[in-house]
């Protein structure tokens, strides 16, 4: 008769535990780990420590493996499958994250890699915590065929389902190819690394063949080109250690979900009534000067903090998260060092994510607004500002959130009305005493409403300085607006930050109800 193996006892088994543990933990091998540090890339594990507090990571399906055979697969099958998934906290509140290695399978999508992070995802749509992607992958595993891509669909699935539920921000941090450019593309945020982190939709090498033009992989999709051209990356960083630490700055600022509100701080040193003298001397009165929009918030803003929002993609206007009396706002403001600040196609589609972004997530609006109008030109009508536009003024006429707009200057024709105006649904409208509320310039203006008269005269210039003394007179002093309850308001700029902290801390209760619908149909 046999004798049976004697039974492994329970100190036996976790041991066994332990080991297996221990080899998801350390990855494929010291050689692969030394080879992500040699591109100046960190391994999924150091990312995640460095993005979550100190031993709050609790990992999912840290002993998963594919079931895939052929090509070789059968003899290579690795735990956690290439895709580290869990939860942690960051400054105490619950994250959900999922990090592709790269060193194994190239970090590149499979079926049960895709099913952990759909599991992660769903996990973090019901406990209402925002989602963080560290994405370094080459696309979908060619070796398991549609089974691969039919993961991405998941994904793409559960990123729309998520959007505007909970924060969801994606982290390049390697390459990124084909279809699965679209879920970050799907996601509120997009960070990029200079050198080490690309997305395209088609690679250098098949831009070459079909079109004949040739591009590096950076030339191509880097992260200054999707910073400053493409509109695609929101922040771009010169290395992990500070992408990572901003994207904990980020989350600082957001809800968990849209049920909830942005953390406060307590006001701290910074107090409400502070005055802004500087402001009496930082903003031209002469409308035709420029000067920076940037230094003007940060003397409104609590200790001057702002997180500028696509600040490399259409810079004539900002777009930025900071705190006023501890609490979280978003600010719009036009940049006349850039343009003149005027609206155009980029800058009317940055503005319109922003006040959605904002309006899903229960963060306060506060609009600036120095603008001269919309930018001419054929290649801007043939670009579809009409529609690009129409995208900015959709999202504030839908937006239900604290709205307060502040006019510093120029407020001209449609872009006036588009940078929420009173008659487009701004709870609070504040002017300084330099704005000028018209439909045009007074120069324009004269030049087109008394046109006959000055060209019929013995001194036409003479007589257009009189007509356009006349309508700025008129029209365009800085109470006319006011008289006619356009504006709430006009202020000393001196005392802005208190003006606004007073509207915003009565504003912190209000509710507005949208008409019932299924969703509206916004301009495209």
């Known amino acids: 008769m046999t004798e049976q193996p004697a039974p ?10 332990h080991v297996l543990r221990e080899q998801a933990r350390l990855g494929p091998s010291d050689r692969a780990t030394e080879a992500q540090h040699a591109k100046g890339k960190l391994t999924a594990r150091e990312r995640i420590e ?33 895709v580290i998934t869990g939860w942690g906290t960051v400054e105490g509140r619950t994250v959900f994250v999922y990090a592709h290695d790269f060193r194994i399978f190239g970090g590149a999508l499979g079926e049960a890699h895709a099913t952990k992070i759909h599991k992660i995802m769903d996990m973090a749509i019901a406990a209402g915590a925002p989602l963080v992607s560290l994405n370094d992958g080459a696309g979908a595993r060619i070796q398991e065929g549609v089974s691969a891509l039919a993961g991405y669909g998941g994904i793409f699935q559960r990123n729309t389902r998520a959007s505007g539920v909970i924060p969801q921000i994606s982290v390049m941090l390697g390459p990124c190819a084909g279809g699965a450019a679209y879920s970050p593309a799907l996601t509120d945020f997009v960070f990029m690394v200079r050198d080490t982190s690309q997305m395209f939709i088609t690679g250098p090498d098949v831009v070459q063949a079909v079109t004949g033009e040739e591009i590096t992989q950076n030339g191509l999709g880097g992260a200054d080109v999707h910073a400053g051209v493409s509109g695609v990356a929101h922040f771009v960083h010169d290395d992990e250690e500070t992408c990572l630490a901003e994207v904990r700055y980020l989350i600082s600022l957001l809800p968990s979900n849209n049920r909830e509100t942005p953390p406060a701080l307590p006001p701290g040193d910074d107090p409400a009534d502070r005055r802004n003298d500087v402001l009496l001397d930082l903003v031209p009165s002469d409308g035709n000067r420029p000067y920076d929009m940037r230094k003007v918030l940060e003397e409104l803003v609590d200790h001057g903090d702002l997180l500028e929002v696509h600040e490399q993609w259409a810079r004539n206007i900002i777009c930025a998260l900071a705190r006023i009396d501890g609490r979280v706002v978003g600010i719009l403001a036009n940049q006349p060092q850039f343009l003149a600040g005027v609206l155009d196609i980029e800058a009317s589609e940055k503005a319109a994510r922003f006040v959605q972004l904002c309006d899903a997530f229960n963060i306060p609006l506060l609009t600036l607004v120095d603008v001269p109008g919309f930018l001419p030109g054929v290649s801007q009508e043939h670009g579809g500002i009409i529609r690009h536009g129409a995208k900015l003024l959709y999202a504030y006429c839908n937006a239900t959130v604290p709205r307060i707009s502040l006019i510093l200057r120029k407020a001209y024709g449609g872009a006036y009305i588009v940078m929420d105006s009173q008659s487009i649904g701004a709870d609070l409208t504040y002017a300084w005493p330099t704005n000028e509320i018209a439909v045009m310039g007074a120069e324009g203006a004269a030049n087109v409403i008394f046109r006959r008269e000055i060209a019929s005269s013995d001194d036409p210039e003479a007589v257009r300085a009189e007509k356009i003394a006349a309508y700025t007179s008129e029209l365009m002093h800085p109470y006319y607006a006011a008289e006619r309850g356009l504006v709430d308001d006009v202020i000393d700029p001196a005392e802005t930050r208190a003006v606004l902290a007073a509207a915003l801390a009565m504003l912190r209760t209000k509710h507005a109800d949208l008409p019932s619908r299924k969703h509206g149909n916004p301009p495209q």
């Open 50 to 82: 460095l993005l979550l507090d100190p031993e709050s990571f609790r990992e999912v399906e840290q002993l998963r493996r594919h079931r895939a055979t052929g090509f070789g697969l059968e003899a290579k099958r690795p735990y956690t499958d290439g």
């Open 8 to 17: 492994r006892t329970a100190a036996v088994r976790v041991a066994e535990l």
